[in-house]
Every structure is written in C-alpha cells, then in structure tokens.
C-alpha cells in the first residue's frame, strides 16, 4: 500500500474534520488549507496542520492517523514534512506522556507562561476538555506545551535570546 503525504485539497476536509473529531482533538479552526494529510487509495488515513495564530505564534496541530494506520511511521511522516521548510519557533499541545516522542524534532516542554496567548488560549480549551472528559469518566490527559525553535530563527528571537543573556 502506497502512502502518500500532500497539501490537503477543499474536497479532503469532511475527511479531516471526521479524523480530528474521532480522537477528540481540538475540533477549532479546522481549515483544510493548513493541513497536510497521508493518503492511500482507499483515502485520508492521516493529517496535521499547522495553525497561523494572530499572535504570529505557529502551533503544530490535530496530529492523527486512522487506527488501522497506525505504527507505520506515518505521524513521522507528516511531521517530517510539516517541519522541513520550516524555520523559528513552533509550539505544540500534547499528552504529557507522549511529550518524549518530539523530542526527535527539537521540541522541548515549557511552562505555560512562557507560550504565546494563542496557544494559551488553545491549552486552556484543552484542560476544559479534560474536565469534560473526567466527568465523562474517559481516561485522563495531562496536556502540556512544547516549544521548537528552528535552525534558522528570526532575526527578532536572536535579539530576544541576546537581550535575555
């Protein structure tokens, strides 16, 4: 079977949307132009996107592959590809116990604070969602953030980094 990982087309977003939603991800700003998705002849089997914030802050999300995908490499794959163009910081929201497996790609756990006010703002309707989902009585997630900073960052976080010294 032959996988292919491409910029998702208008006619691929009823299949991200039901993707996202199956693993009760972050169902907000689901734009079928930020993601990227893994297909195969049967159809979309992954996607992941990459949120513009008005902040400027950037957040790798709605990372997902099918069940009957899973433990090819296709997550790899996607983030991969996502991350090769691009350079500077890039965030992310993810179960703590899986915060290990990106390391591989630069990112780092950072305190809260330390995130810009949209992916704040991201991780707060995630913890909601926790609660939602104790009361529920699913299993629990402990969200955390990871930060990336790329190997070419802007101009303005050297000055950042160099003012912080």
Request: proline share 5%; aromatic share 6%; hydrophobic share 45%.
């Amino acid at each position: 079977m032959q996988i292919i990982v491409r910029p998702a087309i208008e006619s691929d977003q009823p299949a991200i949307r039901d993707l996202v939603r199956s693993e009760r991800l972050n169902p907000t700003g689901l734009k079928w132009q930020n993601f990227l998705v893994a297909a195969d002849e049967a159809g979309i089997c992954g996607a992941v996107q990459l949120r513009r914030h008005a902040d400027g802050s950037r957040e790798l999300g709605s990372l997902v592959v099918a069940p009957p995908a899973r433990g090819q490499g296709m997550a790899a794959r996607l983030i991969d590809t996502l991350l090769a163009d691009e350079r500077g910081r890039v965030l992310m929201i993810t179960d703590g116990a899986f915060a290990w497996h990106y390391e591989r790609w630069g990112f780092r756990r950072i305190d809260t604070g330390a995130a810009p006010s949209a992916v704040r703002f991201n991780y707060r309707i995630g913890r909601l969602a926790r609660v939602i989902s104790f009361l529920l009585r699913r299993p629990k997630r402990k969200l955390v953030i990871l930060d990336r900073v790329g190997e070419a960052p802007s101009r303005a976080m050297d000055d950042a980094r160099v003012k912080s010294l």
